[in-house]
């Protein structure tokens, strides 16, 4: 007899997963989570806001070398415009079903006659969340076929009408 599949420890151990994205999808409204590494020659930055969670790479060679990297983490939360041009409060305000992929490239050519390189990669929050369960269920399901499988035939084995080999 095949346990459910809510009683399988793959399932108990992609549950935790589940709940920090979701955690993250809800928590981006109101905060803008970054940790960006800082060099002489640009920065990476990775981010999360509003419902989407992204990467950004900015290169500048005409910046130096000089700088060693620097790591730092903010997480600053959203004001909310209160009308009158000053800010109140915090405010919660996203799409909860943003567009599902975005990236810019943009090479900008300074006086010097150098590249600039700039490219912000953005992955909603949603599509994320979606991809981890298809994956997370789909490896719950294929097991339990699997386990299925090996189960009837090692009955058939022992009731003898399969041949071994």
Do not use: H
Not at 28 to 51: D, I, P
Not at 63 to 79: H, I, M, N, T
């Amino acid at each position: 007899m095949m346990r459910p599949f809510y009683k399988a420890r793959l399932f108990w151990c992609g549950v935790p997963g589940l709940v920090f994205l979701l955690w993250v999808w809800w928590d981006s409204g109101g905060y803008e989570s970054r940790l960006k590494w800082n060099r002489g020659w640009g920065f990476r930055e990775v981010r999360v806001e509003r419902g989407m969670m992204g990467y950004m790479r900015l290169i500048d060679p005409t910046a130096g070398p000089g700088v060693k990297g620097e790591l730092s983490a903010d997480r600053l939360p959203f004001p909310e415009d209160d009308g009158t041009g000053g800010w109140k409060g915090r405010a919660r305000k996203f799409d909860f079903f943003p567009t599902a992929f975005e990236k810019t490239v943009m090479e900008v050519e300074p006086s010097a006659g150098v590249i600039v390189d700039w490219v912000d990669s953005r992955l909603a929050l949603w599509a994320a969340v979606a991809g981890y369960g298809v994956v997370w269920l789909g490896m719950v399901f294929a097991w339990q076929w699997r386990r299925r499988r090996v189960m009837r035939r090692l009955t058939d084995l022992a009731k003898g009408t399969e041949v071994a080999g």
